[in-house]
């Protein structure tokens, strides 16, 4: 498998009145077809923006961002973005909320409508598609908003703090919950968080930033024994607690 | 997890069906409270017209100068008998209608214009503040000149009243939505036209329906303020009318029959509010 993402010498700098501040250094990231892909890093050291650059959000100050060996420039299908909190828009309902997307790319057509309403129907939130969000717990609503993102078919889903707006118990449910989604459709992913645990958990390789200007620290990748991989298995891995202890020694907290 | 959640709705039903006796105490509570409050506002008012009249009726005050209940009555019925109250009542409320409504469509598509162009916002913000703290009744005789002395002097002198605050309410309503629901739709690729029409619109627009509620407020200063200066009919005409002939019953009624017409178009806008402004919140 190729690579679907290639991050080349990337450099990002912020101006302001108050100066510049360098937030991304030299980062050099390949992500292969079908990886999953968690950046974390102590917070304010670029995770974010790193997902902008790759999204075409923004444009780097050097390098270059590739995806399918093409350079980014400006968004594109191919990428899809889920932020922090849902953003389900309470004007619409979910079918409306879910067809966003779509709408804005003038997409919309009966295959595309048809496969919304697949997708609706595969992840349970048919009979709610003609409620409104208020009206949906979180977790649904968090997996309306990943509907949301996939119709429009991008080949790669940016998280970035995808679960940190739910309480604990509901995010291990959603992780669980989006992840076997999220492998069911065969997509690419990279997932920004500053959660150690939820970092190891879901992903197959692991990128530890340093403090700002952010660079690279340290790839990990994740090799668990459990039976078949999914989020809450491998918390019980026996290698999970190495893991965390190597990442969270890297992040080198001091409070 | 799906059907978790399921259960969890069902058990909020059944918990709503069966209500206990303490829940039914409550709510007896909370209904006598709102019986308790509403007839007591009823029994100031009842109580204020009948002190008037009985205070008028033995000489305590002079009802040549404060008029009195009664009087007011039989001055309506005198105006409605010569079938120019609701000539009057309708110029005016028609003049309100059209100042608050030209004046909130015309305040939205400047705030639109301002959105879209930040440049444009920075470079009129002075004097949009500038027009803001000016009252907007000193330009009354400018109107008047430059437009005649007619129902479109009024119709401008209520629109501009209402004007100003419009754009600055709004344009802080558009200015105010989620940047992060921005950034939604622009991963998606939206172009600014879709910017403003997916998102900021629809998220402002109930910021939009509490401009027009102040707008009509406003907008009756301005017409009352306008009828004072030029016009030949309308509530402000009477009132004038009234207090240069020393006639304190036409102007005692007529500010009775404002008061209950612009409660009653400020009500009007409230249902509208309730019929546009969906509420989510509710099954």
Redesign the interface.
């Known amino acids: 498998m190729g690579n679907i993402v290639e991050l080349k010498n990337i450099g990002m700098i912020y101006h302001s009145l108050n100066g510049e501040i360098i937030a991304l250094e030299n980062i050099n990231l390949s992500v292969e077809e079908g990886e999953f892909v968690s950046i974390v890093g102590p917070s304010g050291c670029g995770k974010s923006t790193l997902l902008s650059l790759i999204s075409g959000l923004l444009k780097p100050t050097f390098g270059e961002v590739l995806i399918n060996g093409k350079e980014v420039n400006g968004t594109s299908n191919e990428v899809g973005y889920m932020l922090q909190k849902d953003h389900l828009f309470d004007w619409r309902t979910i079918y409306e909320n879910v067809i966003l997307g779509l709408e804005i790319t003038g997409t919309l057509n009966a295959g595309t409508k048809e496969k919304v309403l697949k997708l609706l129907d595969t992840y349970g939130l048919y009979e709610f598609k003609d409620k409104y969000p208020s009206q949906l717990s979180g977790g649904m609503r968090q997996r309306a908003a990943l509907i949301r993102t996939l119709a429009t078919d991008p080949k790669i889903l940016l998280l970035d703090e995808a679960f940190s707006a739910l309480d604990y118990q509901t995010r291990l449910a959603v992780n669980e919950d989006i992840y076997s989604i999220i492998k069911k459709e065969n997509k690419t992913a990279i997932l920004v968080t500053h959660d150690i645990a939820e970092s190891i958990s879901m992903a197959d390789r692991v990128v530890v930033l340093t403090k700002r200007p952010g660079t690279i620290k340290n790839i990990h990748e994740i090799k668990l024994t459990c039976k078949k991989r999914t989020p809450l298995c491998s918390r019980e891995a026996p290698e999970f607690r190495h893991y965390f202890n190597q990442i969270w020694k890297e992040l080198d907290v001091h409070v | ?2 059907k978790i ?1 399921r259960k ?1 709705v069902n058990d909020k039903q059944t918990a709503l069906q069966e209500i206990s006796p303490e829940h039914r105490e409550f709510l007896r509570k909370v209904k006598l409270r709102k019986t308790i409050i509403l007839s007591t506002q009823l029994l100031i008012l009842i109580l204020f017209f009948v002190v008037w009249e009985v205070a008028g009726d033995l000489k305590l005050i002079d009802a040549f100068i404060t008029s009195q209940p009664s009087r007011m009555v039989k001055t309506l019925i005198n105006l409605y008998n010569e079938g120019s109250l609701f000539y009057h009542i309708g110029i005016t409320c028609l003049e309100t209608v059209i100042g608050f409504t030209i004046g909130t469509v015309f305040g939205i598509v400047i705030a639109i214009i301002l959105w879209w162009s930040s440049f444009l916002a920075k470079v009129i913000e002075p004097y949009l503040v500038v027009l803001n703290s000016l009252p907007k009744i000193a330009l009354g005789p400018v109107f008047i000149v430059w437009i005649g002395a007619g129902p479109a002097s009024i119709i401008v002198m209520a629109l501009t009243v209402s004007l100003v605050v419009t754009i600055l309410e709004v344009l802080n309503g558009f200015l105010s939505v ?1 940047q ?2 921005i ?8 172009n600014r036209l ?1 910017i403003l029409t ?2 900021v619109l ?2 402002s ?1 109930p910021t939009m329906i509490s401009s027009l509620k102040i707008n009509v407020g406003l907008s009756w200063v301005g017409v009352i303020v306008g009828e004072f200066l030029v016009s030949k009919g309308g509530l402000g005409y009477l009132i004038v009318y009234g207090g240069q002939v020393f006639q304190l019953d036409l102007v005692m009624a007529s500010v009775l029959v404002l008061a209950i017409a612009a409660a009653l178009m400020y009500q009007g806008v409230v249902y509208l509010e309730k019929l546009l402004v ?1 509420d ?2 509710q ?1």
């Open positions: 997890m799906f959640n969890k989620d992060e629901k950034k939604l739709v622009k991963t998606f690729g939206a879709q997916k998102v629809p998220a627009f969906r989510n919140s099954k």
